[in-house]
């Protein structure tokens, strides 16, 4: 069986309170909520450590549920996978055999990202998928130093920067098992599920909020 799991915390560095910034009048974490709930997974469950007063209004499906988790998983210091360790732990979702982790900080990720990413898991022989983005190609790189900017670090190599992709940490979907015996949710060799570069922003700071406002009102996804 397959859950989703949206983990957030109360504390970030960045942007305080970062979960619940509004973008066009909705809070973030309420993006990966909808799309969650818009999608085919059949279990859905958002963990954090805010009141349940505060995050119970932003769900709208009886499929997701609210699991608080005490201040100590939550913490700057952890990955965000912690929340797995708690509610495994917990008895809360040892009886499911694949983890579809959703990052709450990937607003413009819709209910067909997910849908598509698990087609593509399901699909694959890989134990792990991750969600990526083509990487523009880099042609040149300069390193500016004594006033002046020195000879180029990498040369530009078509062949190879057309297979090139990076991670945005949108969706990530494994096996438990390998995560508790591992330690780890992807290994050297997970599927790629690609996304549009502009689906990819992944809010980290201010700017990204405001760039994400002005895709939203430009028309870009779905509010």
Same mark, same amino acid.
């Given at each position: 069986?397959?859950?989703?799991?949206?983990?957030?915390?109360?504390?970030?560095?960045?942007?305080?309170?970062?979960?619940?910034?509004?973008?066009?009048?909705?809070?973030?974490?309420?993006?990966?909520?909808?799309?969650?709930?818009?999608?085919?997974?059949?279990?859905?469950?958002?963990?954090?450590?805010?009141?349940? *007063? !505060?995050?119970?209004? @932003?769900?709208?499906?009886?499929?997701? $549920? &609210?699991?608080?988790?005490?201040?100590? %998983?939550?913490?700057?210091?952890?990955?965000?996978?912690?929340?797995?360790?708690?509610?495994?732990?917990?008895?809360?979702?040892?009886?499911?055999?694949?983890?579809?982790?959703?990052?709450?900080?990937?607003?413009?990720?819709?209910?067909?990202?997910?849908?598509?990413?698990?087609?593509?898991?399901?699909?694959?022989?890989?134990?792990?998928?991750?969600?990526?983005?083509?990487?523009?190609?880099?042609?040149?790189?300069?390193?500016?130093?004594?006033?002046?900017?020195?000879?180029?670090?990498?040369?530009?190599?078509? *062949? !190879?920067?057309?297979? @090139?992709?990076?991670?945005?940490?949108? $969706? &990530?979907?494994?096996?438990?098992?390998? %995560?508790?015996?591992?330690?780890?949710?992807?290994?050297?060799?997970?599927?790629?599920?690609?996304?549009?570069?502009?689906?990819?922003?992944?809010?980290?700071?201010?700017?990204?909020?405001?760039?994400?406002?002005?895709?939203?009102?430009?028309?870009?996804?779905?509010?």
């Amino acid at each position: 069986m397959v859950v989703g799991v949206i983990p957030a915390r109360a504390g970030s560095v960045t942007i305080p309170n970062k979960a619940l910034k509004e973008i066009c009048g909705i809070p973030l974490l309420q993006f990966t909520i909808r799309a969650a709930e818009k999608s085919l997974l059949k279990k859905v469950i958002v963990t954090a450590d805010y009141p349940e *007063d !505060v995050i119970n209004p @932003l769900i709208n499906d009886d499929k997701v $549920i &609210y699991v608080r988790r005490p201040e100590e %998983y939550c913490r700057n210091d952890q990955p965000s996978t912690i929340a797995l360790n708690y509610m495994y732990d917990k008895g809360i979702i040892e009886n499911y055999d694949i983890i579809c982790l959703l990052q709450p900080t990937s607003p413009l990720r819709g209910a067909y990202d997910i849908n598509m990413a698990l087609l593509t898991y399901f699909l694959s022989t890989n134990d792990s998928l991750v969600s990526v983005f083509k990487t523009p190609p880099i042609k040149k790189m300069y390193m500016q130093g004594a006033g002046k900017i020195s000879s180029d670090l990498t040369g530009f190599n078509k *062949d !190879v920067d057309e297979m @090139l992709y990076t991670r945005n940490g949108a $969706i &990530y979907i494994f096996t438990m098992h390998n %995560y508790l015996e591992r330690g780890i949710i992807f290994d050297g060799y997970p599927e790629f599920y690609v996304m549009e570069s502009y689906k990819s922003i992944d809010v980290d700071t201010f700017e990204d909020l405001k760039h994400v406002e002005l895709l939203i009102k430009g028309g870009v996804g779905n509010v």
